[in-house]
């Protein structure tokens, strides 16, 4: 079943999204079902060990520490369940073959069994944690702002970033974990029993942990890149290039990072700071104050603006995607490694604590590895940008110059020039009141829509469904300037 | 005044980041993710560590991050609306016309009562409190609006200002 975007012509909602969407579902269990029989073959290093890691309860690991890489049983017979209701659901559907608004609920049914189980576990985290979640609010819904702010044109609405946001809070951190738990469990076994002295025990355990981080970063890596080519293909009658890439990926990270904030603060507020030196109040300052624009957030939107420049490339599109993985993957393993060996050669020569220390070195060894990648992120968000001011003056002009136009040439320069519209917009409250300052940016809006619009469909704009979605846009913009205000006063 | 503080912000800073090494504290390295393994010296008092990244310093880090991060946008918001006050000012003509004084002489400060101000494009009442250096944005902003279809309300003390449909220009 084929059709137009919906739900106001935000979604592009038909048989190829969904079908990738139940793709990308079922790999990601593919991958799960690899992950638990892998862990289920692996040698037993202690007697009694249980069948799966998952289960096995580390002494002085309950709370905390236990949800770091722990998956609880309820979860994971959950998870278990979904997987066996999706696949049920899916042999009906491939016996039954249902057509129309059928299928459509079949295939939204689906996918939540498979992938809702797994958001349990960040859902479990945030619930237990609540005080720890909400501190985490403002910053993140702060830099959210910026990037759907700091598209410059063309923008993917606010919701679309909240839903990316949700992938990564939900999925990617819930995904992640799982696959992760099996793995480091998986890991122990095959690393063996360690013999002999107490440091051979801590060297094979730290080997384990090296390991297990380089899992991490692919898995993470590769369910953001889902996220953001599903979001891609839901989306993809709008503009999507590498500044629509990066603030996807972007706002993924973002959610990832505050769930995986909100544990750590946990766990260095409970751990008590004599091992680690750092306490909860500290993992706050570096992961949701200073450190909040790079990690996850810029590692997603390096991955996300190479995707964004994949989908655009028609004969390097492998290449960069696979860059772009890789990229992401590297930076993000490099990060923890690097950071934590720069942290181990300080720890040799000297002691910790004080401000300097807390508020700018230790800071600043987590943020030094991040740098080139927080770097290059900003300078294809920057060459993003360019090209599209450029092309917002392009199509704005030919729109303006269209017959029967919903652009005036007088309002022209004021939708190409950021500047020209905020002071518009500012002076229009300062001078007329909130009702006509929040008219005149609703306008703004749907004209540059309509001007995203003629950018994205330069060369199909003769198409009867890009016409149709043309004609939408345009009557949307008409509306606007016709609507009647609160303030209008009517003469007798 | 937007000037004025980001200068006393920027000098806060300043003095903070100078400040702070004069503490003479060791540095340091503080856990931060599972790449950080702890390291013991069991040769060394107290196994080699010392004082933790307080909480209460932190904090404080985190709410100088946030001013400053605020700070940035709006100066960068307030330079941008200068900017444009500044291109709008040399290239827009400014209005002429019974009620509308010649640049640099100070018109009246409000319309004669039961009438409105003739605007550029129609009888458009000017923002109050018009200041003669603010003549050419504002006669853009008017344009614009009057291109924009956006009807500003009416001041207190002036006539209707439309009759109501299409754009809803007064007198139309």
Redesign the interface.
Known sequence: MTGGPTMGGLVQDDALARGRALLIARLMIAVYLVELLLNYLRPHVQANEPTLSIFQKLPGTSGSIGRLLSLPPAIFWTVLAGIVAGAAIQAFAAVRRPEGRRAVVLTWVTLVLLLGPFTLIPLAVVLAYPFQALVCVPGTAFVLLLLHGGQRFARMPLPVLLVAFGWGALVVFGLGRAYTGLAFGTLNGYLGKPSGSLGSQIKNQYHAIDLMILHLSIVNAFLVAAGVLLLFVLFRHRVTDAVTGLVLGAAAGLGYNLVESVLFIRIYGSLGSFISGATGGFEYYVRQAIGLLGGQAAFGALLGAGLGLAVQSRRHRPLIAVAAVVAAIGASAGTETLAGWFSHGVHDHLATGGAFDTLIVSPFLWLVPQAPFILLAALLLWLGRRTRAAAARTAVTAEASAPDSAITPAEAPYLTDPALRLWAVVSTWRSYGQPAALALLRLQSAQLDLAAWRWQRRDSADEPAAREEGDRLRARVLRLKRAPGPQRVVAP | MIRRGLAAVATAALLVVLA??L?A?????????????????LNKPNF????????????A??FF??LL??GA?VAG?AL??R???T??RTSTPPPSGPGHPAPGHPGPAAPPTGQAWPGPTGPWPP??HQAPHQAA??TA?I????????????APGRG?????G???RPGS
Do not use: F
């Open positions: 702070l090494p503490t504290q060791p540095a340091s390295a503080c856990d931060v993710s599972y790449g950080y393994k702890p390291s013991l010296n080699g560590r010392g004082a933790a990244c307080s909480t209460g310093t932190s904090l880090g985190a991050v946030a991060a605020v946008v918001g941008a609306y900017k444009a006050e291109l709008l923002p109050p944005p504002n902003l344009r614009y609006l009057d291109a924009a279809g956006i009807v500003p309300p009416a209707p200002m439309e009759t109501g299409g754009h809803g």
